[in-house]
């Protein structure tokens, strides 16, 4: 569906993209890692058709976004970190904003608006940050495009509401939506992404489905002093040793995200090596 080759991007004679190559398929929702700085509001932007690569291949539906196709912009909704709203009502921005997206269904957006407690009467520029990013987030959900990326998406979000969020979100994914979501909330995340897409340095440093990753390693707290040595990863702290290990013996565990991004940026090779 999402199909990158040795993609290249600057901003001038700054590099972001040197090579980078990336495959995504319908019925995943998949989340973007990476450090501050590492492309990943670029990577949306381009896949979007806001940002043109100098060189590399992007294909999403069969379309090159850069073109800016009609019929790929209406299959894509992009829900940017920073956004802007005209001093409209709801409806008056859905009357102007829906007829570009063919499946958008008013009674979905309704609904989530209601999930979110969202007052329908109040004027976009009125609202609060976070009351504007539900608002955003329920009409690309209700827009019903096969591509949907997001950008930061829980950044001003309160804890209800990241809550709210990860409901609506566990039931938009269907076998012919992709979902892409950048974030450094990662506990947001957990137990909603199916795969995990680690970029760094304009490449990809690790990318595999959170059921891999469950079956490869496994993540506990440990008191023995033997199996902390051995371990990928770990962390000391008053309430034990939090350690990733090879999952050898098939045990089965929760993903913890945040210490899987720190072993994989500070033990690359150790986290790798349990893949091979
Ligand atoms: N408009 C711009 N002009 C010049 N350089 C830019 C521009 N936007 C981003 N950059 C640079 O490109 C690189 C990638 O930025 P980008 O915003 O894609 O990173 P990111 O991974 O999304 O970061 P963050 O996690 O902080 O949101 C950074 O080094 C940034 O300074």
Partial sequence: MIQIQSLHFGYGRKKVFNGLSLSLQPGHIYGLLGKNGTGKSTLLRIMSGLLFPTNGKTEILGFNPARRNPDFLRQVFMVPEEFYFPNVRIPAFVKSNAPFYPKFSPKQF????????????????EMSYGQKK???????????????????PTN????MSKSQFRKVMAGVVSADKCVLISTHQVKDLENLIDRITIIDEGEILFDQKVDDIMNRLQFKISFD?????????????????????ANSDGE????????????????KEGVQSAFK
Avoid: W
């Fill in 225 to 245: 002093s033997e199996e902390v040595k051995q371990a990928i990863y770990f962390e000391s702290s008053l309430k034990g040793n939090a350690v990733i290990l």
């Fill in 156 to 159: 001003g979000l309160d804890i």
């Fill in 134 to 152: 539900k608002v955003l987030i329920s009409f690309a959900l209700a827009c019903n495009t096969p591509v949907l990326l997001m950008d930061e």
């Fill in 110 to 125: 309704e609904a989530y608006l209601k999930e979110f407690h969202i007052p329908q009467d109040n004027l976009l520029q």
């Fill in 252 to 267: 089965e565990g929760r993903l913890d995200l945040e210490m899987l991004y720190k072993a994989i940026v500070n033990n």
